[in-house]
């Protein structure tokens, strides 16, 4: 599947997970009516296909460079040095980030076995949100980092 500048597979996954979430919520709410007795399984598919939405979408907000930053010092700097002083952040970021990946595997292996109360799944489906998208994140700040190292021309600095 082939995605172009305004689309992403981070995005339009995320997208789709909102649409299951309100279509979950939906059968929760409408459940809790007299219309019909809902499943029990609602509440716990809602909190994990939230977190599934929420942390793709992070992965998304990363791609785009969307993040929240406070530039009052480093719009101070030379073009130079603020190149310089995001490549370190990125560099440091992408540290933290592989970390959070090998905790996030740790966690899908140790959570392989527990059953969820009312999914027919393990917790590890879980967790997984956790590890692809630290995944997914890791790969974008690795393709940001590789873009500046390359780049011979020193071009507004983010």
Not at 4 to 10: F, K
Not at 40 to 64: D, F, K, S
Request: aromatic share 12%.
């Amino acid at each position: 599947m082939s995605f172009s500048g305004r689309y992403s597979l981070e995005g339009c996954v995320a997208s789709v997970l909102f649409i299951v979430l309100f279509a979950v919520l939906m059968i929760q709410i409408f459940g809790r009516t007299p219309l019909f007795t809902g499943p029990v399984w609602t509440e716990e598919a809602a909190r994990w296909i939230w977190v599934w939405m929420a942390l793709v979408g992070i992965a998304e907000v990363e791609r785009t460079n969307g993040q929240l930053r406070m530039g009052f010092v480093a719009d101070t700097l030379p073009v130079r040095w603020r190149r310089t002083l995001f490549l370190v952040i990125d560099a440091v970021y992408l540290g933290i980030v592989a970390h959070l990946v090998w905790i996030s595997y740790k966690t899908v292996l140790r959570t392989w076995n527990n059953e969820a109360v009312s999914l027919p799944a393990t917790d590890a489906v879980l967790y997984a949100s956790g590890l692809v998208a630290t995944v997914l994140i890791l790969h974008r700040i690795a393709r940001r980092v590789l873009s500046f190292v390359r780049s011979d021309t020193p071009e507004e600095a983010r």
